[in-house]
């Protein structure tokens, strides 16, 4: 019964992104692309998860479920441009995630959902992809990342010719590395006459011209990137596809400029070598990941091992080196620049946007601005008195995921804004529905509703201490007045979040070594 439920779900969340609300006319996204479709946790390895996004501005929550529909982790991003995104799971399930699962333990062995909602405006478009976990996979899927071109025609152009001539299709990441290594080692040199061009870029111009139109439209619909970081050296990379004669820059921008293409993460490395009698020279070499770790390589120290056999033996001494303290033996540089340890668009556990409304047959039809005359009028409140209120600096977790909520305490309790609460619940068992009533000159708060925003949600006052005055502010709950201590602070009502909690039947609870905050929606409130 369990696998049926499985593979229902699967195939209802594929299609409940068939039909998507369109973006606003000036955004759009391309389709989710993974790293590794079938992916083997490791210790280094993260499943890095691709959304272009092709035009616009749009905000973007990424949500991985479990085969049972269970929120596994939670990602969330806003402002993303013309790119292809990247997103970074761990392929381990966030703290007090719906399904259970032990946060520092990879997820088990099976076929998880992802989906993506973006918004521009008041429009959403979803994205779907399924990844399949399995751990026994290891040497089956080598990572793929998006090719990243320099952006110059001319450029480009020579780096498809030349890996035209270097054999890396079907191979895993650290061979093709290997492969560039060795074509660039072979075929390039430290001293020479530049008397004699590899390419004729004028009698090419025509084919220069079209392959690179060509490239504008795989860029314009998502499929690659141009200059991802802004840090490729393009000038020195052609100057060395051109000549063929080069230093060690021209040697370490070719070889980052040939990965990019490949959608390999490389980088160049400014600082010092150490030569065997002492003296020192400026030098730069590169740094790679591969699959999640990390490695040194030096093609030009090779590539002049490799002279002085007459070039008759092609060296890897100095190739994907991952010991650090062995390579510093031979290198200094700036040690507290590297690792980099980052890719071109690294992932933020911020908050999510509005996710998508349940069915409207599930829920009766909410009061738009006023509530009928039907809702009895609440019993006077007790009165209390103005308090200190504190902010909170200490970390907010939502199902085990850090969020920026503002947050004060007050009289030993912690205060937060509704609309803050409700627009980080959405989504979840928790959420509720904030409405304004103004007949009552009130606030009606609705179960099981998702969240409307209305702007400045998690605005931050700023204020580290104040004194909160009592607010007066009267609450509804699903049309029955409820009596809550609520205190105002910069114009905005501050609730006690145990309150909430408990009306709603959250968990609430706080770490005593760290101090975090604590939000489950997948327990009840004690």
Same mark, same amino acid.
């Given at each position: 019964?369990?696998?049926?439920?499985?593979?229902?779900?699967?195939?209802?969340?594929?299609?409940?992104?068939?039909?998507?609300?369109?973006?606003?006319?000036?955004?759009?996204?391309?389709?989710?692309?993974?790293?590794?479709?079938?992916?083997?946790?490791?210790?280094?390895?993260?499943?890095?998860?691709?959304?272009?996004?092709?035009?616009?501005?749009?905000? =973007?929550?990424?949500?991985?479920?479990?085969?049972?529909?269970?929120?596994?982790?939670?990602?969330?991003?806003?402002?993303?441009?013309?790119?292809?995104?990247?997103?970074?799971?761990?392929?381990?399930?966030?703290?007090?995630?719906?399904?259970?699962?032990?946060?520092?333990?990879?997820?088990?062995?099976?076929?998880?959902?992802?989906?993506?909602? =973006? !918004?521009?405006?008041?429009?959403?478009?979803?994205?779907?992809?399924? =990844?399949?976990?399995?751990?026994?996979?290891?040497?089956?899927?080598?990572?793929?990342?998006?090719?990243?071109?320099?952006?110059?025609?001319?450029?480009?152009?020579?780096?498809?010719?030349?890996?035209?001539?270097?054999?890396?299709?079907?191979?895993?990441?650290?061979?093709?590395?290997?492969?560039?290594?060795?074509?660039?080692?072979?075929?390039? $040199?430290? !001293? @020479?006459?530049?008397?004699?061009?590899?390419?004729?870029?004028?009698? *090419?111009?025509?084919?220069?011209?079209?392959?690179? !139109?060509?490239?504008?439209?795989?860029?314009?619909?998502?499929?690659?990137?141009?200059?991802?970081?802004?840090?490729?050296?393009?000038?020195?990379?052609?100057?060395?596809?051109?000549?063929?004669?080069?230093?060690?820059?021209?040697?370490?921008?070719?070889?980052?400029?040939?990965?990019?293409?490949?959608?390999?993460?490389?980088?160049?490395?400014?600082?010092?070598?150490? %030569?065997?009698? @002492?003296?020192?020279?400026?030098?730069?070499?590169?740094?790679?990941?591969?699959?999640?770790?990390?490695?040194?390589?030096?093609?030009?120290?090779?590539?002049?091992?490799?002279?002085?056999?007459?070039?008759?033996?092609? $060296?890897?001494?100095?190739?994907?080196?991952?010991?650090?303290?062995?390579?510093?033996?031979?290198?200094?540089?700036?040690?507290?620049?590297?690792?980099?340890?980052? !890719?071109?668009?690294?992932?933020?556990?911020?908050?999510?946007?509005?996710? +998508?409304?349940?069915?409207?047959?599930?829920?009766?039809? *909410?009061?738009?601005?006023?509530?009928?005359?039907?809702?009895?009028?609440?019993?006077?409140?007790?009165?209390?008195?103005?308090?200190?209120?504190?902010?909170?600096?200490? +970390?907010?977790?939502?199902?085990?995921?850090?969020?920026?909520?503002?947050?004060?305490?007050?009289?030993?309790?912690?205060?937060?804004?509704?609309?803050?609460?409700?627009?980080? *619940?959405?989504?979840?068992?928790?959420?509720?529905?904030?409405?304004?009533?103004?007949?009552?000159?009130?606030?009606?708060?609705?179960?099981?509703?998702?969240?409307?925003?209305?702007?400045?949600?998690?605005?931050?006052?700023?204020?580290?201490?104040?004194?909160?005055?009592?607010?007066?502010?009267?609450?509804?709950?699903?049309?029955?007045?409820?009596?809550?201590?609520?205190?105002?602070?910069?114009?905005? %009502?501050?609730?006690?979040?145990?309150?909430?909690?408990?009306?709603?039947?959250?968990?609430?609870?706080?770490?005593?070594?760290?101090?975090?905050?604590?939000?489950?929606?997948?327990?009840?409130?004690?």
């Amino acid at each position: 019964m369990k696998k049926v439920l499985s593979i229902l779900f699967i195939l209802s969340f594929l299609l409940s992104c068939f039909a998507p609300t369109a973006l606003a006319a000036e955004a759009n996204v391309g389709e989710l692309r993974l790293s590794q479709e079938i992916f083997a946790p490791s210790s280094g390895g993260k499943l890095y998860i691709y959304l272009p996004v092709q035009s616009g501005t749009v905000n =973007c929550v990424l949500t991985i479920y479990d085969a049972s529909g269970r929120v596994i982790a939670r990602f969330s991003r806003d402002g993303l441009t013309q790119n292809v995104h990247t997103f970074i799971w761990d392929v381990k399930p966030a703290y007090g995630n719906a399904a259970g699962y032990a946060s520092d333990s990879f997820v088990p062995d099976g076929i998880y959902s992802l989906e993506a909602i =973006c !918004t521009s405006g008041n429009e959403s478009i979803c994205r779907t992809a399924l =990844c399949t976990v399995d751990s026994s996979a290891a040497a089956l899927q080598p990572e793929s990342g998006v090719p990243n071109y320099t952006g110059d025609y001319e450029t480009d152009y020579m780096v498809s010719r030349v890996l035209e001539e270097i054999p890396t299709a079907g191979l895993s990441t650290y061979d093709k590395i290997r492969s560039v290594y060795t074509w660039v080692q072979a075929n390039c $040199y430290r !001293t @020479g006459e530049q008397t004699y061009t590899y390419f004729d870029l004028d009698a *090419l111009r025509p084919e220069i011209v079209a392959e690179g !139109t060509y490239a504008d439209s795989l860029h314009a619909a998502g499929q690659i990137n141009y200059d991802v970081l802004h840090n490729l050296y393009v000038a020195n990379a052609k100057e060395l596809l051109l000549y063929r004669i080069g230093s060690c820059l021209e040697f370490s921008a070719l070889i980052q400029v040939l990965l990019a293409r490949l959608g390999i993460e490389c980088w160049i490395v400014d600082g010092d070598f150490f %030569n065997s009698d @002492g003296s020192v020279v400026m030098h730069k070499w590169n740094y790679l990941r591969i699959d999640g770790d990390y490695y040194w390589s030096d093609v030009r120290i090779d590539n002049a091992s490799y002279d002085r056999s007459d070039r008759t033996q092609l $060296y890897y001494d100095y190739f994907l080196e991952s010991d650090t303290e062995l390579w510093a033996e031979r290198h200094g540089w700036d040690r507290a620049a590297f690792p980099e340890l980052t !890719t071109a668009t690294p992932a933020l556990a911020e908050a999510p946007v509005e996710t +998508p409304e349940l069915p409207a047959e599930e829920l009766p039809e *909410l009061p738009e601005e006023t509530v009928s005359e039907e809702i009895e009028e609440p019993e006077e409140t007790a009165a209390f008195d103005p308090a200190e209120a504190i902010m909170n600096t200490a +970390p907010i977790y939502i199902d085990g995921i850090e969020y920026s909520l503002e947050a004060y305490t007050i009289n030993g309790y912690n205060y937060f804004k509704l609309r803050d609460l409700a627009f980080v *619940l959405t989504g979840t068992s928790a959420q509720f529905e904030v409405v304004w009533l103004s007949d009552q000159n009130s606030v009606g708060l609705f179960s099981a509703y998702p969240y409307t925003p209305v702007g400045g949600e998690l605005t931050a006052s700023g204020i580290s201490s104040v004194t909160a005055e009592p607010s007066s502010c009267q609450i509804y709950i699903d049309g029955d007045p409820v009596s809550l201590t609520a205190y105002l602070i910069q114009s905005n %009502n501050y609730f006690r979040l145990r309150d909430i909690g408990a009306i709603f039947d959250f968990q609430v609870d706080w770490d005593a070594e760290t101090g975090a905050i604590l939000i489950g929606t997948e327990s009840f409130y004690e």
